[in-house]
Every structure is written in structure tokens, then in C-alpha cells.
Nanobody
């Protein structure tokens, strides 16, 4: 199995930046795609970004494209989400997720392992 622990969330002003990290343990980390999802109060959990094992193939939600960047360092067993130009509507709990298969995808049902989440709050 894979265990995932997110960190890096916090309070930031609109227009600011944050970098989220997801530390993974377990023997399957480097064999599958990784994703980030978020959930705001009263809303469904939504796709944010995902990347392939090598990091060469990425996918982004339209709402974050051009502002967020996903990357991973398999040697450090860590996946990152760099968030720039943050907006109040980005406020949510952000979850790291891992797949057993290699293709990054937008559906939460494709992912097999989940972290506990980290809160991101963007003030105006």
C-alpha cells in the first residue's frame, strides 16, 4: 500500500503563492500516476491536477491551468503542487491521491490511495 501525507497548506493573500507537498511511503509510489484534488465546503471533491510516473505527462483542471504546476520527485517519494496567482475560490482542503496505474486522470474513482488533506485558505 501507499501512505500519503500532505503539507504546505495555510493562509495566503489573493495573488500569492503556496507549494503543497505530498510525502509518500510504500513500494508502489513510483509505479503509478499521482493527482491532486480539492473540496470546498458544500461542494463535491474536484480534480485539480495529475501527472504520470515520470512527470512528463500532466493534466490540469481548466480552473487552475496556467496557475498551478504539478511535479514529482520519485527519489524523494514526493509530489508537489505549485500554486501561483491564488484566488479566493481556490480555498479548499487539498488532497493528494495515488493510482496503481500509470495514466493521469481527472476522476477521483480512478485513485486508490488518499491523504488526509491540507487546508488552503486564500483571503481577499
Amino acid at each position: 500500500q501507499v501512505q500519503l501525507v500532505e503539507s504546505g497548506g495555510g493562509l495566503v493573500q489573493a495573488g500569492g503563492s503556496l507549494r503543497l507537498s505530498c510525502a509518500a511511503s510504500g513500494r508502489t509510489f513510483s509505479t503509478g500516476a499521482m493527482g491532486w484534488f480539492r473540496q470546498a465546503p458544500g461542494k463535491e471533491r474536484e480534480f485539480v491536477a495529475a501527472c504520470s510516473v515520470s512527470g512528463g505527462m500532466t493534466a490540469y483542471a481548466d480552473t487552475v491551468k496556467g496557475r498551478f504546476t504539478i511535479s514529482r520527485d520519485n527519489a524523494k517519494n514526493t509530489v508537489f503542487l505549485h500554486m501561483n496567482s491564488l484566488k479566493p475560490e481556490d480555498t479548499a482542503v487539498y488532497y493528494c491521491a495515488a493510482k496503481r496505474t500509470v495514466v493521469p486522470g481527472p476522476s477521483r474513482y480512478e485513485y486508490d490511495y488518499w491523504g488526509q488533506g491540507t487546508q488552503v485558505t486564500v483571503s481577499s
